[in-house]
């Protein structure tokens, strides 16, 4: 049986081996667990054409023109060429120039084409005037909440999840937990809700944040943590926040917005429970066994759901078991992975 050859669509440019986003790792990880199974090729673009190998993946950076209303929105068509030796053409990121071109480019070549929305893409776009989603085989979103926020997409849909690299992403045993200290990672800006979870924070207890972001918002919180027990840590690398997981009590996510999928996922694969809003896909992904859920932008519903958490240590030790066994059950890449071949398959 001839493999199947799937090209991957994904506007952003990003560098061999980084990511600049939770998006572009997305579209890293899930390009390499598909590689794995069949011939892969991962569609970017910059200024430069060029093509690398990483394992058994392709990533063919194209040239990109001109960018309409920013680098997320490249204009291009070096892409469409190589995408007709492809049987399946599955773009990322909708409302781009790009994506938008390889859906109708896949509809003239009869080829199956599959979108996935991981957000952003805007301004100058043919889907302004050409109905796109009749164009494609089918939709794959991230999340049932992901597909509830685009109706208008009538094909077939899958949700294939997200993912996590669980050897990467793991406990270590030999390293002992601060019971007394907690964890946020993600951006810095009002709608991921550091400044709730500052209003929330018990007086014994010390924060680590991680990431950066809106200056003016940075700012702000940097103000609010003064004379309390908090450790702005700015951007780390991935080996550095993997052992903040690993020796941590417990990750916050007090998202205003839907958002802090990746950083649960990454945490709950270190062996370390969440507790986070109630909200978007995070309720897909964290339950009962896994870690706490508070209404969203509720400083005092979030104080109770710490001071739960932390009373007992043993709870959020079976807690965190759960949630690393919960990953390895339904968020690695490899389940992704199969998930978008089966939808391709069907």
């Known amino acids: 049986m001839t493999p199947l050859r799937v090209g991957l669509v994904m506007p952003t440019s990003f560098g061999v081996g980084s990511v600049i986003a ?31 190998m990483i394992d058994a993946l392709t990533i063919r950076y194209c040239k990109a023109m001109a960018y309409a209303g920013g680098v997320i929105n490249p204009v291009s068509v070096a892409h469409l060429g ?7 053409i599955h773009c990322l990121q909708p409302r ?24 952003g893409g805007a301004g100058i776009r043919p889907s302004r005037y050409i109905p796109m989603a009749n164009l494609m085989s089918g939709f794959l979103p991230i999340s049932e909440y992901n597909r509830s926020l685009n109706p208008w997409i009538t094909k077939p849909t899958t949700v294939i999840s997200s993912g996590v690299d669980t050897d990467q992403f793991a406990p270590d045993p030999s390293v002992v937990r601060h ?8 951006r810095l800006f009002g709608g991921k809700g550091l400044h709730v979870l500052l209003d929330a924070l018990p007086d014994d207890v010390t924060l680590d944040v991680v990431g950066g972001g809106d200056q003016e918002y940075v700012s702000r919180v940097k103000a609010q943590a003064a004379g309390k027990a908090v450790v702005f840590h700015g951007s780390l690398s991935d080996a550095e926040v993997v052992r903040l997981y690993q020796t941590t009590t417990a990750i916050v996510l007090p998202s205003l917005v839907d958002s802090g999928v990746t950083s649960s996922l990454e945490a709950m694969a270190c062996g370390t429970p969440v507790v986070g809003s109630r909200l978007g896909a995070l309720t897909e992904i964290v339950t009962p066994e896994t870690g706490w859920l508070v209404p969203p932008d509720d400083s005092a519903a979030l104080r109770a759901a710490l001071i ?16 690393r066994l919960e990953v390895q059950t339904r968020f690695t890449w490899e389940a992704v992975a199969q998930r978008c071949l089966s939808a391709c398959l069907g």
Do not use: H
Not at 25 to 52: C, D, H, I, W
Not at 308 to 323: F, I, N, T, V
């Open 22 to 52: 939770g998006g572009e790792r997305y579209a890293f990880e899930l390009a390499r667990a598909l590689a794995r199974e069949t011939p892969t090729t991962l569609f970017t673009f910059g200024r430069e054409p060029k093509a690398v």
């Open 82 to 88: 190589p995408l007709r030796r492809c049987d399946v």
């Open 96 to 119: 781009t120039i790009v994506t938008d071109l390889a859906l109708l480019w896949g509809w003239m070549w009869r080829r199956r084409t599959f979108l996935t929305d991981l957000a």
């Open 179 to 186: 019971e007394r200290r907690i964890l946020y990672v993600g």
């Open 308 to 323: 739960d958490a932390l009373s007992d240590q043993a709870r959020l030790r079976a807690k965190g078991d759960a949630a």
